[in-house]
């Protein structure tokens, strides 16, 4: 709902600032959207007056205009075609940015002749749609003056996002309500006088009582509709609504002052009495939108003898409606089913400022709005008030809530003074009596005990809640999976989240696929397969991958990460089983489509999957021994094989070109393999507080030279195995051959990183560490690089 700051501060007396304000309503559960301030946009806009205008020399839709502002006469070059001598005009000096566009007005040549600032449009102020021409101001606006106060727009528009529950609030009174109970200033109020006139009446009836339980009928005569005030206007369309004459103005103005719909016809136009009744199948409507509506017996209306005038709680209609000639008119103020309201309005596709009121709900206290409503018409357009006509009965909605401050502060976790309590629920309406609370009547939402705890809590503000921890559980259930079952799944969401797909192949292959991976043993080979395909018992889980590559590549695919877990079979025997975890990744790393960033997988990315599963396990790849011994089916010169002592825990690195031919694979596919089974059981101790140092950390880069056949894992262990406190981490990111470097050589750059848990760490520190860590690979046969 959209209103302007001074409509609230007519009913709030703050001093608070619009941020405040802003926050304020979003912390008490009116969430503010957006606010709308043209004052800050626009204050550098000033008035200025064109002395002259004449045709420009270069060009016949352009005019050379002389200017006259506070600090004398300016030349501005001008398209827009009502540009001429004797307007006052919207000036944008040199300097001044343009709000729509963002563009810095500048002294430029246009066509050859200097211009020296801008003429402005409604449309690049952002004041409305107009961008045929210039904006014409006031002609007694002074010179110099920000179009800020000429235009009076220094009104910023609230827009807040009001909740189902909340229909008191659809009227900016509620909104002021609430901030006055949130101690935000003091909700003003104003006398309402009782109407005195005659004492004529209008015949009213109501036969669908469901639809509409009560309706408050008063004729005015003597009216004078016409043209809004200004303050009218400007309050209308600042919330997004048309202004049309002084009558519907200053209905619509009750309703989003008040949150109170109602509507008024022209008395001479109606056909004898008003009833209120069901609408008959396929009866049509003239509405005020101009456009026809076919009902149904579902809809409530507003009818007279000639038929419908007003689909009720949504709309009236074209037939009596008011325009200049009317002089005399009936004011309606009624009540409409909720629920009613919303499926009409559904279903003829209607979304009016009334709908959106009366489905949330409004005010039983009917008569207090028909005060309000015939004061307003009575002070601004005249006549004389004639007497209420009530149909059917103002329901009554007592309910009592009973109240206990123990139980708010219990509810929410404060600790909160009873007072306090009673002075929040009083300046929200509510009324105390003994140990209970009487809810107002427009307040729909509140009927239990926690309702009124919402209300404390949200005026006193959910961050004044202290947090508190939830109390541990006495009892926790022991997990139904094992370890090791535990572990399985935690490899899987590991493999996932590195970006690989899980697959799920056969537990067998055909007899060629097992003889590339080791070969078949007759006790494997099935009795009865279901396929020649599939007559041997698999013994590894690559080839189901890579005839998932073969299918991929085949269709344009050719960026793979797959992966699956599974057992595999070296012979008969129950210890023959074992679980393994395979993945393979193909053609570009990452997914990358862009030339500029497209790098091809390589043997460090399977390594890099393998890690991630021995990780799980507390390995560390980097403290474990890489050789060079891996089956024939990877590649020789690319590949390794990593050992934990004499076991083989895990395979990595490219797959043979011969391999891959045989499956019709011409790119390289790399792979890895962790043997499960053989991982170390795993731990159920009791995981480490997460320990982080609040002291900085360093790095020192060191380049090596060693033999071309001592590993990289070698020179990382000597490294790590130099300093046990300081040393975080141990990375290498560069290996050279080549010019500088001898034959046979080869040169392995790292990057150690050095922290302490409890200092900073000195220079001599850091240097005693170097040596250390140099004296350590030298015993390994390598020397420091120069």
């Not at 509405?287 to 009818?303: E, F, G, H, P």
């Not at 409004?362 to 307003?376: G, K, L, M, Q, S």
Request: aromatic fraction near 6%.
């Amino acid at each position: 709902m959209k209103f302007p700051l001074s409509l609230l501060k007519y009913f709030l007396t703050t001093d608070a600032t619009l941020e405040q304000i802003s926050d304020k309503l979003t912390d008490i559960g009116l969430e503010v959207e957006s606010i709308e301030d043209k004052a800050a946009s626009l204050k550098q806009f000033v008035v200025a007056e064109i002395l002259e205008a004449e045709r420009h020399p270069q060009a016949d839709k352009l005019q050379v205009c002389k200017v006259k502002t506070l600090s004398g006469t300016l030349q501005i070059v001008c398209g827009a075609p009502n540009a001429r001598a004797g307007i006052k005009v919207a000036l944008a000096n040199i300097g001044t940015i343009i709000p729509t566009n963002g563009m810095e007005i500048k002294k430029a040549a246009v066509r050859g002749v200097e211009s020296q600032g801008m003429l402005c449009s409604a449309a690049e102020l952002g004041l409305s749609n107009d961008s045929e021409g210039i904006i014409e101001l006031p002609a007694d606006a002074p010179i110099g003056q920000s179009i800020v106060d000429t235009l009076k727009l220094n009104d910023p528009i609230l827009d807040i996002a009001i909740t189902a529950n909340r229909g008191d609030c659809m009227g900016v009174y509620g909104i002021a309500r609430d901030l006055a109970a949130a101690s935000l200033g003091a909700l003003t109020t104003f006398p309402l006088p009782e109407p005195i006139g005659s004492a004529e009446t209008y015949p009213i009836r109501i036969d669908d009582t469901d639809g509409c339980p009560a309706f408050v009928g008063r004729i005015i005569r003597g009216v004078k509709n016409g043209t809004s005030p200004d303050w009218l206007q400007h309050t209308l369309t600042a919330a997004g609504m048309r202004p049309i004459s002084l009558l519907v103005d200053i209905t619509n103005y009750v309703t989003l002052a008040y949150g109170r719909p109602s509507h008024v016809y022209d008395l001479n136009k109606l056909k004898g009495g008003i009833v209120v009744r069901r609408a008959v199948e396929r009866e049509t409507i003239l509405a005020l939108n101009d456009k026809t509506y076919t009902l149904t017996s579902r809809d409530c209306v507003i009818a007279d003898d000639s038929g419908a005038i007003g689909i009720g709680g949504i709309m009236g209609g074209v037939s009596t409606s008011v325009d200049a000639n009317t002089t005399d008119i009936l004011l309606e103020i009624a009540l409409f089913n909720p629920e009613r309201i919303a499926k009409t309005g559904r279903a003829l596709q209607i979304d009016s400022d009334a709908r959106s009121r009366f489905e949330r709900g409004v005010p039983a206290n009917i008569r207090i709005a028909d005060a309000h409503i015939t004061n307003f018409i009575l002070k601004m357009a005249g006549g004389t008030a004639g007497a209420t006509t009530l149909a059917g009965a103002i329901p009554e909605r007592n309910i009592a809530v009973a109240f206990s401050a123990d139980a708010i502060n219990a509810l929410g976790g404060t600790n909160i003074s009873e007072a306090r309590m009673r002075e929040i629920l009083t300046n929200l309406g509510f009324i105390f009596d003994g140990s209970n609370v009487t809810v107002p009547g427009w307040r729909h939402d509140v009927s239990q005990p926690a309702d009124l705890a919402e209300e404390v809590l949200r005026i006193v503000g959910l961050d004044a809640i202290p947090s508190t921890p939830l109390p541990k559980p006495t009892h926790i259930v022991r997990s139904t999976l094992t370890a090791t079952q535990s572990r399985l799944a935690t490899i899987r969401n590991t493999l996932a989240a590195r970006g690989l797909h899980e697959t799920y192949g056969w537990g067998f292959c055909s007899p060629a696929q097992a003889a590339q991976f080791g070969g078949q043993k007759p006790e494997l080979e099935l009795l009865n397969p279901i396929s020649s395909e599939l007559s041997v018992m698999r013994p590894n889980l690559l080839p189901h991958l890579l005839t998932a590559v073969t299918a991929n590549a085949a269709r344009g695919e050719k960026n793979l990460g797959l992966f699956e877990q599974g057992a595999v079979f070296a012979d008969a025997t129950p210890q023959g089983q074992r679980n393994i975890a395979a993945g393979l990744r193909s053609g570009l790393r990452a997914g990358a489509l862009n030339w500029r960033d497209a790098t091809m997988v390589d043997s460090f990315d399977a390594k890099g999957d393998l890690r991630a599963v021995l990780a799980l396990a507390g390995l560390d790849i980097n403290k474990v021994q890489v050789t060079r011994t891996t089956p024939n089916y990877y590649h020789p010169g690319r590949s390794g094989a990593v050992m934990l002592g004499k076991t083989v825990i895990g395979y990595f690195g490219e797959l043979h070109p011969t391999l891959l031919a045989a499956y019709g694979i011409d790119f390289t596919v790399v792979a890895f393999e962790a043997m499960l089974d053989a991982l170390p059981a795993p731990k159920t101790a009791k995981r480490k507080a997460l320990s982080t140092s609040d002291y900085q950390a360093v790095t020192r880069d060191f380049a090596f030279v060693l033999d071309v056949a001592i590993p990289a894992a070698e020179l990382i262990a000597a490294v790590t195995k130099a300093e046990k406190n300081l040393l975080q981490n141990v990375a290498l990111f560069d290996v050279y051959q080549g010019k500088g470097v001898a034959d046979g050589k080869k040169s392995l750059a790292i990057t150690v990183t050095l922290q302490a848990t409890d200092r900073t760490l000195t220079d001599v520190e850091i240097e005693i560490v170097s040596r250390s860590i140099v004296a350590s690979v030298i015993k390994i046969g390598a020397s420091l690089r120069t």
